[in-house]
């Protein structure tokens, strides 16, 4: 006989051979029987899975996986919401041989923590959550119903941000954060963030108005235009129509006037940024797809005296990674990030999933819902 209400994942059995049951029973003085209990945690969790390299419909799989346990300092979140970022789909889809025989895909997400692996985390158990990096370093992501991560990477959730909302943050949230403050203060500053209605250009926007800066967004096509204007861009240029350097010039009255540079193409936009970036001024990169190898105009730059920053969450420090948590969690705490969802996914919709996130149509974050 099971008792489900007592516990959705235990299962307590009544053993009618036992004298101690059937007195508890018959009295209403409880329901289990200490001395013959069967508590035995469901074994088995749902999950999006991959053996081998490929497109996505070709190698992701949706099944039961067995459930990941907490060692010590690590923490056991119930993942509420999953959400996919470009590596993601590039480590299942890329050359590079497989780290790992089975992979659980996906680094960010939200849900709530139900167990820890060590005494003093225990108070945490029951926390709203989200997370990152789930994946870096081991086999088993956030595209699953539990995942298991060492607890500095999970940070506390306001009761007002969704789960999804929180699966916005990881990755593109600490690229942008990283790429702003990394070399000081843009207090009064002109910032401009190529790419500006991304998943990192967008944080990258926000973060930059709350540093105090004036920021420059460049898109592609309207809608994107909408979006980096929603995110507090104070002016925003489309580079298929527009004339950069002259829209850059006009809104800072120079010749050049852009301190720090934002960048998500930086081989495709170095000869853009040459023409209006400040001497002694930032160049922040996480990307270059278009141009993996551009070649760098090394006397035009040294003659600005600029610094160039190369920006890769997973290898950046502890220190960086604790700033970049801390001014997230502040700007939720103050309701001052805005986060952009383009669609939602079931767990075995995953294959669709990734496959839009390669298309790069879409505009805002695709989140999985566990």
């Not at 999953?82 to 992979?103: E, F, H, I, Q, W």
Request: charged letters at 20%; a neutral charge; one cysteine or more.
């Amino acid at each position: 006989m099971a008792y489900p209400w007592l516990y959705s994942e235990y299962t307590i059995t009544y053993d009618s051979t036992c004298s101690i049951c059937q007195y508890l029973l018959r009295s209403s003085l409880g329901f289990i029987c200490v001395a013959r209990q069967d508590t035995k945690r469901r074994m088995a969790m749902k999950a999006a899975w991959y053996t081998r390299k490929g497109n996505p419909k070709d190698v992701l799989q949706v099944g039961e996986l067995p459930d990941p346990t907490p060692g010590p300092g690590e923490l056991l979140v119930r993942v509420r919401a999953s959400g996919v970022n470009p590596s993601d789909t590039k480590n299942r889809g890329g050359p590079s041989p497989m780290a790992y025989a089975l992979v659980i895909p996906h680094q960010d997400g939200a849900g709530e923590v139900i167990g820890a692996g060590s005494p003093d985390l225990e108070h945490r158990i029951g926390q709203r959550v989200w997370f990152y990096e789930a994946q870096l370093g081991r086999p088993h992501g956030s595209a699953a119903e539990y995942v298991v991560l060492p607890a500095h990477q999970v940070q506390p959730l306001p009761d007002h941000v969704k789960f999804e909302e929180g699966a916005c943050l990881g990755v593109p949230a600490m690229t942008a954060h990283r790429s702003v403050f990394a070399d000081g203060s843009v207090t009064d500053q002109v910032v401009l963030v190529t790419g500006g209605a991304g998943a990192v250009g967008r944080y990258a926007i926000q973060f930059a108005k709350l540093g105090g800066a004036r920021v420059i967004a460049t898109v592609s096509r309207d809608a994107q235009a909408r979006s980096a204007k929603a995110a507090g861009a104070d002016l925003v240029l489309n580079r298929k129509t527009d004339d950069l350097v002259a829209g850059i010039r006009n809104f800072t009255g120079q010749a050049r006037g852009v301190d720090r540079v934002i960048d998500v193409a930086f081989g495709a936009n170095l000869d853009l940024v040459m023409q209006v970036l400040n001497p002694r001024g930032v160049i922040a990169t996480y990307a270059s797809d278009e141009k993996p190898e551009p070649a760098i105009p090394f006397w035009s730059l040294i003659m600005l005296d600029a610094t160039i920053r190369f920006v890769l969450v997973y290898v950046m420090d502890r220190a960086a990674h604790q700033a970049a948590a801390e001014a997230i969690n502040t700007a939720l705490e103050g309701k001052q990030l805005t986060h952009e969802i383009a669609q939602t996914y079931r767990l075995d919709e995953i294959p669709d999933m990734h496959r839009a996130q390669e298309s790069g149509a879409t505009i805002g974050k695709l989140i999985l819902q566990v």
